[in-house]
């Protein structure tokens, strides 16, 4: 292969990967090698080339001048000669963009350590992995989907892609980890945990082979994949997952695994779960079936589409539904999920002054860089997309009398986009979505688009879930730690409005909502609230306090902004109606028990 890698841990406790890159036919004028800036399916500029602390060229034996040209390139001196390029990458990154390596473990996606030949990234690469030396690190595996070439299962050697987009798609997990197996639909599938853990490796099989199995029958077999590699980060606190063609990089926290005297499903296990599905989903809905803007991607630089909330809100709607579909929770599990998600939405004032589109449009500035202002100021096209999904989906399951569903559209996404995306590499152009959608649903869905994606109008949520058989609630919160649900409140509470950290000697405000009560006060986020009516406050007696005083009380609360203590007289404002509650209805037609069940059960 005229492109070939060398990698190795270098370095452990220093956190140093250790890159060789042979080019053997260099641009005669002087090679231009790049690094991207950011990682297909986390929409941020993150620069990965800050983290390359040394780089060095050589040809024929001799030392080659190497030129930075900006924050992501350089450029070798001129030569015909093959070309070795050296170079060494600081990867401390504990998450599932970046690069990380310590005594325990490694982790890298390719965006992190590979350069890009310039003029030659259609071209094969060979990848040779190398294990780090010493005893120590003997039991020392790599898990990756990387193609091997002499490289035996699960071990260090040579591996290979067909060019630079395959390259960066397949990460790579390197460590002493635990490893399990199954097949779905016929299709190997390897779940690996990276950490240490109790976890009931039996369930996890069992329970992520059903979701497997659902989402490749939701499409339809074969599955787009040869074989699938789950990669989790075991940690005490965290959360997340990136998407790749054939795997999926995950960090979890220790205790949302599910440990082999658990029966029931905790919150933790089943949000872990709603995880996997979610990440898996993507292995249709964005590897393959994309936007035309990321057809291919230009990884130098931002790529704006209008199509995220299709993208990352259908699959966030998909990810919980697949848990359902599967039996692996109930319909009520399923609604207080729902609830929750509704309830987000509904607390923040942004999804009034933001649509879905823009927020699609604005991910690089705005939602990947949030600040204390953004639940005022942005909506999710995570979740008010997977609510624009769930209304999109009854409305075609209602209006075609259960003939036609969202999966139809999902499907016919799949046969024209997706299937043949690789070898042929069109992507979904931006207003194509909505004429096959449209189409599937034969009837136009225009109205409901200028609505769901070009309004600030809330959804008709609970007009179309009450079709379904489905009762809804709208109330004030009860307490700080509810997220949404069914409950009765007799009486509504007192709020601050604002969300709020624990903080040494009070209560920090980390958020301050338009409207509520301490910005109405003239409080701001960062503030620490030290005494309400000159008694201490805490985040254990918060509401308690809050709730001694009835709603249009004026008192006077004293707080730190930096290190000066001031006061200001604090309005006591009512809780809003701002949580959803869902349950199935006691009384409903037949006809609507019908359609529940074709939208909750297996299709």
């Known amino acids: 292969m005229k492109l070939h890698y060398r990698i190795q841990p270098a370095d452990l406790a220093a956190h140093y990967f250790d890159i060789e890159l042979s080019i053997a036919k260099p641009d005669p004028e002087g090679q231009v090698l790049w690094l991207p800036v950011w990682i297909p399916g986390s ?48 990867a401390f990154d504990l998450s599932v963009r970046g690069a990380y390596l310590d005594e325990q473990r490694g982790f890298f996606n390719g965006t992190s350590v590979f350069l890009a030949v310039a003029g030659q990234e259609d071209q094969p690469v060979g990848v040779e992995l190398v294990a780090p030396a010493g005893k120590a690190y003997r039991d020392w595996e790599v898990a990756t989907t990387l193609e091997r070439l002499d490289a035996k299962a699960w071990g260090f050697g040579g591996y290979r892609a067909t060019n630079y987009d395959e390259l960066i798609d397949h990460p790579v997990e390197l460590g002493a980890f635990t490893r399990v197996s199954f097949k779905a639909c016929g299709v190997p599938h390897d779940f690996v945990l990276a950490g240490r853990q109790r976890a009931d490796l039996k369930r996890l099989k069992r329970d992520l082979k059903q979701i497997c199995e659902y989402q490749i029958r939701l499409f339809g077999e074969p599955a787009p994949f040869e074989r699938y590699l789950f990669l989790t980060a075991v940690v005490g606190d965290g959360y997340g997952g990136l998407e790749h063609r054939a795997s999926t990089a995950l960090i979890a926290s220790r205790d949302d695994l599910p440990l082999t005297h658990e029966t029931g499903m905790k919150a ?34 931002e790529n704006y589409t209008r199509l995220l909330w299709a993208f990352e809100g259908i699959t966030s709607y998909y990810d919980d539904l697949t848990l359902v579909r599967t039996g692996l929770i109930s319909q009520q599990e399923y609604l207080d999920l729902l609830a929750q998600t509704m309830s987000q939405v509904q607390r923040g004032a942004g999804r009034l002054k933001q649509n879905l589109e823009e927020a699609s449009l604005d991910a690089w500035v705005k939602y990947y860089r949030q600040d204390e202002n953004s639940p005022n ?18 409305t075609i399951r209602q209006r075609s009398e259960g003939a036609r569903s969202l999966d139809d559209v999902m499907r016919a996404l799949w046969q024209r986009y997706g299937r043949d995306f690789y070898p042929h590499g069109a992507g979904v152009p931006e207003m194509a979505w909505e004429r096959i ?27 179309l879930l009450s079709a379904f058989g489905i009762e809804s609630q709208l109330r004030p919160i009860a307490g700080g730690g509810d997220k949404g649900g069914w409950k009765d409140v007799t009486a509504p509470g007192n709020a601050l409005g604002a969300r709020v950290a624990p903080e040494a000697g009070g209560v920090k405000l980390t958020h301050v909502f338009d409207g509520g009560a301490v910005q109405a006060a003239g409080f701001a986020a960062g503030d620490v609230l030290v005494a309400l009516d000159g008694l201490r406050l805490s985040s254990g007696n918060l509401d308690t306090v809050l709730a001694a005083w009835p709603a249009g009380s004026v008192v006077t609360v004293h707080a730190f902004r930096r290190d000066e203590l001031f006061s200001r007289n604090l309005k006591i404002h009512p809780s809003v109606a701002d949580t959803w509650g869902l349950r199935p209805a006691a009384a409903t037609t037949t006809s609507a028990k019908t359609q529940r069940q074709r939208w909750l059960e297996p299709s």
């Open 377 to 394: 100021a942005i909506v999710s096209y995570y979740t008010k997309g997977a609510l624009a999904a769930l209304c999109l989906d009854l």
């Open 437 to 463: 959608a449209s189409e599937v649903a034969g009837f136009d869905l225009t109205t409901f688009f200028d609505r769901a994606l070009r309004s600030t109008d809330d959804l008709p949520l609970a007009e």
């Open 43 to 90: 929409y941020l500029v993150r620069e990965f080339a800050r983290n390359i602390v040394a780089i060095s060229a050589e040809a024929g034996g001799k030392a080659l001048a190497v030129t930075k040209l900006d924050k992501h390139r350089w450029q070798l001196a001129a030569t015909r000669k093959a070309v070795t390029v050296r170079y060494r990458v600081y």
């Open 268 to 301: 933790g296990y089943r949000q872990y779960l709603g995880l996997c599905s979610h990440e898996y989903f993507h292995s249709w809905n964005v590897k393959r079936i994309k936007p035309a803007a990321y057809a291919p991607y230009d990884l130098t630089q």
